[in-house]
């Protein structure tokens, strides 16, 4: 069975920072696209980031680029979100996805099939 698991989230102060993480099991880790989604109240799912399982290439949607790093961790079949310079808009639930093999739309949550419980992260003003 796979499972995704993340943890790190909680409330933060605008301009604040904080570091999500998915541990997964089940799947074959390093052959797996693995990314970042989130989901805040009355909208729809959003990707956040993505990185590759080969070259390890990262993708990010425009309204996190510059604030945001996902980087991966094959040894330990780990996944991180750092996020930095915190903004109120930023507030939802966040979910890690993975997929085994290659996807053409990293940032598509439709390229996934294997998702997280999720973990709120909320920015206040």
């Known amino acids: 069975e796979v499972q995704l698991v993340e943890s790190g989230g909680g409330t933060v102060q605008s301009g604040g920072s904080l570091t999500l993480s998915c541990t997964a099991s089940g799947l074959t880790f390093d052959d797996s696209e693995v990314g970042w989604y989130r989901q805040a109240a009355g909208t729809e799912r959003e990707g956040v980031a993505a990185?590759?399982?080969?070259?390890?290439?990262?993708y990010y949607t425009d309204s996190v680029k510059g604030r945001f790093t996902i980087s991966r961790d094959n040894a330990k079949n780990l996944v991180y979100l750092q996020m930095d310079s915190l903004k109120p808009e930023d507030t939802a639930v966040y979910y890690c996805?993975?997929?085994?093999?290659?996807?053409?739309?990293?940032?598509?949550?439709?390229?996934?099939?294997?998702w997280g419980q999720g973990t709120q992260v909320t920015v206040s003003s």
């Open positions: 990185v590759r399982r080969g070259d390890r290439s990262a």
């Open positions: 996805a993975a997929r085994s093999g290659w996807v053409s739309a990293p940032l598509s949550q439709y390229s996934y099939n294997y």
